[in-house]
């Protein structure tokens, strides 16, 4: 009994505290022996710290899943951000969240379009096929930097089934007036892309700037041929995780 409660608190010790600072605000000296977590587990303890209740815990959890498989194989060169697009939420809504992996802290959200073909408001069927107008599932890589017919765009290179052919889609990300809230107003929904994640203007350079180079951005949505068939969705991860989210 007495080693049962021993762990419970060392587990809630965990939960609670990154690099000795305890979510309640006071302080604690380090753990001298470290307690590691399954991608699950840690999932649970830092959802509830995001700073943000509007990322549900599904995307998530499967975002974690993703990002610790491609770090656990060295594919991440940018490993400090993770971005994660909900498409089960409305257009109209900031459905775009980038986490500071360092801090596991939401550090920005926002609006972001879906195809012209994936739906109208809510996003409701997606491709991978050329000329589909429709958004693409899963996880990339953010590529590189470039100028084009958008002006500052940003490359994505899909890793999965439902989304490998995104360069020669020309599936990136950029900047677009259409995804605004006064475009919202104005029309009654957000604008939409011919497949691309399209972002607001404001503040877009500084999300360039985070993302860009190798980071893991997530395009979620419970399609039931995508969560059957994701080599990410479904990895058995061994990787076991300190209680600040490094690989232990």
């Not at 890793?159 to 475009?183: F, M, P, Q, T």
């Amino acid at each position: 009994m007495k080693a049962l409660t021993y762990i419970i608190l060392v587990i809630t010790f965990c939960s609670f505290s990154f690099n000795g600072i305890n979510f309640k605000g006071y302080s604690h000296p380090p753990v001298e022996e470290e307690i590691l977590l399954d991608v699950n587990s840690f999932a649970e303890d830092t959802y509830n710290h995001l700073g943000t209740k509007d990322l549900f815990f599904k995307p998530y959890n499967l975002a974690l899943k993703g990002y610790y498989k491609l770090l656990a194989n060295n594919k991440l060169r940018n490993a400090d951000y993770l971005t994660i697009v909900d498409m089960t939420k409305s257009a109209n809504e900031e459905r775009m969240f980038i986490i500071d992996t360092k801090s596991w802290q939401v550090v920005h959200t926002s609006l972001v379009a879906h195809g012209m073909k994936t739906g109208d408001e809510f996003a409701q069927t997606f491709s991978n096929v050329e000329s589909s107008h429709q958004s693409s599932l899963g996880f990339f890589l953010t590529g590189e930097v470039y100028n084009g017919k958008h002006d500052m765009s940003l490359k994505l290179d899909g890793l999965e089934y439902s989304n490998n052919k995104a360069r020669e889609r020309g599936v990136v990300i950029h900047a677009a007036d259409y995804v605004s809230h006064d475009y919202i107003k104005e029309n009654g929904r957000l604008g939409r892309s011919y497949g691309c994640p399209a972002l607001p203007r404001s503040g877009y350079e500084s999300v360039v700037e985070k993302i860009k180079e190798g980071s893991c951005f997530f395009i979620y949505y419970p399609e039931k041929e995508y969560m059957k068939k994701s080599k990410f969705v479904n990895a058995a991860l061994s990787v076991q995780l300190t209680c600040d989210g490094q690989l232990g």
